[in-house]
């Protein structure tokens, strides 16, 4: 959003029908710019501007030095934007209000569909057959819950009958914006697994990380954590006699 209104200051509207030719914005194409007295600069500035009675070339020159700024910033913008920008914002498409409507969108035309490398057809038969259940979780604010939904529904036989579709949304919400989730999880791993606990399994350093993720996005401290009745079972004297049993108590140490 930041990307399309700095560019929409300094470029005419008429060039952004849709949003896929904002992002495929040729930054080196100059026949599309606003000239320096039409580029959105704020009124802050054209008070100020006005104020100070600047001769009419030099009041166009800080104007055109104002612009060529804009653009600069938009160009490094562009340049950080993840590459995965369009497929992240196709998934609109995905929210229970869109997928439920009369008017949404047919398969054929949901840009994320080329990563997909299963059945195409198995896929757009459940796609097609999403509006013939009566759902639960129908608001966009539970979209996880509704695809969640989706993937554990079953027929009249029990048979999943939305598996494929269900995971291959599932998979796609996983998108990350950026590699800041990545960076994170990164610096977790190295706070649990350092010089002294080295030899943590990749099986257990995988779930202390899921836990403290889940903890982290719930906004839950260890001290609230209420363990259940089945993990209280759990802890019997089997408990210690299970292989690499040192480093499994050293893992639960670091959860908690």
Known sequence: MLYKTLLQ???????FPTWSSIMNYDMRSKRNYLPPSEVN???VFLSELAEAKLPSQIGDAIQLKCRDCIFELVNQIKLRLPPNV??????????PSVVLSPLRPTFSTL????????DHS????????????????????QIEQFWVEVLKHTDEVGDKD???????????????????????????MNLIKHKLKNRLQDSLLENILRIR????????C????????????LFSSEFYAVANSRDAIEGYNDIF
Not at 9 to 15: D, E, L, R
Request: aromatic share 10%.
């Open 162 to 188: 939305f598996v494929e579709l269900g995971l291959f949304v599932l998979t796609l919400l996983t998108l990350p914006f950026s590699n800041a989730a990545v960076e994170c999880t990164v610096s977790q």
């Open 111 to 118: 840009s994320f569909l080329s990563l997909y490398r299963g």
């Open 222 to 233: 260890c001290n609230q954590f209420q363990p259940s009745k089945e993990m209280i079972s």
């Open 86 to 95: 369009q497929h992240l914002e196709s998934l609109g498409a995905l929210n």
């Open 122 to 141: 198995k896929l757009e038969q459940q796609w097609r057959n999403l509006d013939t259940v009566s759902w639960t979780n129908t608001e966009d604010g």
């Open 41 to 43: 600069l704020g009124q």
């Open 213 to 220: 993720a889940y903890m982290h996005r719930n906004k839950i």
């Open 9 to 15: 200051k300094i470029v005419k509207p008429s060039a």
